[in-house]
């Protein structure tokens, strides 16, 4: 199983960017999938994350309004829109599928419920 992340690059602030994560070696057309980022000298953080039927998406609360993550199922593929970026927003952003099953949405918001993880695709936005 390989997760390919890509679309980073560096971005001036107020810039957008699309990141995509490609999987192969199976379908997770039935697996939550999500977006977390680390930024240097700091812990990884959760970003989105996404339902297996793409219908429930849940954000961090500092990022809502400018990031939106969708899924193609049929392509395998998952999906970051980030929009008016901010320095702050620089970091490597990595992909995520999880294998397990959690009570809730909040579940998915912790890097322990993932499985799989991605290379991670970096972005940079200068000011």
């Known amino acids: 199983v390989q997760l390919q992340a890509f679309g980073g690059g560096l971005v001036q602030a107020g810039g957008s960017l699309t990141l995509s994560c490609a999987a192969s070696g199976r379908t997770f057309s039935t697996n939550v999938m999500g977006w977390f980022r680390q930024a240097p000298g700091r812990e990884r953080e959760f970003v989105a994350t996404?339902?297996?039927?793409?219908?429930?998406?849940y954000y961090a609360d500092s990022l809502k309004g400018r990031f939106t993550i969708s899924r193609d199922n049929a392509m395998n593929t998952v999906y970051l829109q980030l929009n008016s970026l901010k320095p702050e927003d620089t970091a490597a952003y990595y992909c995520?599928?999880?294998?397990?099953?959690?009570?809730?949405?909040?579940?998915?918001?912790?890097?322990?419920?993932?499985?799989?993880w991605g290379q991670g695709t970096l972005v940079t936005v200068s000011s």
């Open positions: 995520a599928v999880s294998g397990r099953v959690g009570a809730d949405i909040y579940y998915y918001t912790h890097a322990y419920a993932y499985n799989y």
């Open positions: 996404i339902s297996a039927n793409g219908v429930i998406k």
